[in-house]
T-cell receptor, first 112, second 112 residues
Framework: SQQGEEDPQALSIQEGENATMNCSYKTSINNLQWYRQNSGRGLVHLILIRSNEREKHSGRLRVTLDTSKKSSSLLITASRAADTASYFCATDSVGGANNLFFGTGTRLTVIP | DAGVIQSPRHEVTEMGQEVTLRCKPISGHNSLFWYRQTMMRGLELLIYFNNNVPIDDSGMPEDRFSAKMPNASFSTLKIQPSEPRDSAVYFC??????????FGSGTRLTVV
């Protein structure tokens, strides 16, 4: 399976702290994406990083990609209670079709 | 744009009944995806379409599941007959190329 695996499965932090979530995958990719899902809602696209990029920023989000280790990390700085959600990484496949494979997700709880 | 629109939001049906889930993708997006999400299996890709043509339906669990996309603005996922193990949240997503998926709010299906 190409499905990514996030760790930790669950993370609980205090508001203001940084949250780091990791993702590992199995095959070569064109890009890796991170999504957020609030309880009972659909997934929301956060950021896309291409295989030739090593780091990308968007507001309080910082994503890194290490293709040699087939891993990525999502850092949320200065977390807020509103960041409480599940976070998923998703990968495509080189030479594959236009579909994404989602990981199992990290459940982040930010305590006010 | 109102985003990806799914209906109904909730569906409760008896085992053996036919269930039809509907999706309206974002205008201009050429790819449409149907996913199923459960606690046990996470997000599973069921089928996806490019330019209204089914590309990969290998994720469809069995012949009870079928999906159509008669035009660029509408898709259906049908389960006939439904079974309790089909209970899940079904998401539709659309994208233009691979620049991030936009998900609908999902249909929560309960088969009793």
């Amino acid at each position: 399976s190409q499905q990514g695996e996030e760790d930790p499965q669950a993370l609980s932090i205090q508001e203001g702290e940084n949250a780091t979530m990791n993702c590992s995958y199995k095959t070569s990719i064109n890009n890796l994406q991170w999504y957020r899902q609030n309880s009972g809602r659909g997934l929301v696209h956060l950021i896309l990083i291409r295989s030739n990029e090593r780091e990308k920023h968007s507001g309080r989000l910082r994503v890194t990609l290490d293709t040699s280790k087939k891993s990525s990390s999502l850092l949320i700085t200065a977390s807020r209670a509103a960041d409480t959600a599940s976070y998923f990484c998703a990968t495509d496949s080189v030479g594959g079709a236009n579909n994404l494979f989602f990981g199992t997700g990290t459940r982040l709880t930010v305590i006010p | 744009d109102a985003g990806v629109i799914q209906s109904p939001r909730h569906e409760v049906t008896e085992m053996g009944q036919e269930v039809t889930l509907r999706c309206k993708p974002i205008s201009g997006h050429n790819s449409l995806f149907w996913y199923r999400q459960t606690m046990m299996r996470g997000l599973e890709l069921l089928i996806y379409f490019n330019n209204n043509v089914p590309i990969d339906d290998s994720g469809m669990p069995e012949d009870r599941f079928s999906a159509k996309m008669p035009n660029a603005s509408f898709s259906t996922l049908k389960i006939q007959p439904s079974e309790p193990r089909d209970s899940a949240v079904y998401f539709c997503a659309s994208s233009h190329r691979q620049y991030g998926y936009t998900f609908g709010s999902g249909t929560r299906l309960t088969v009793v």
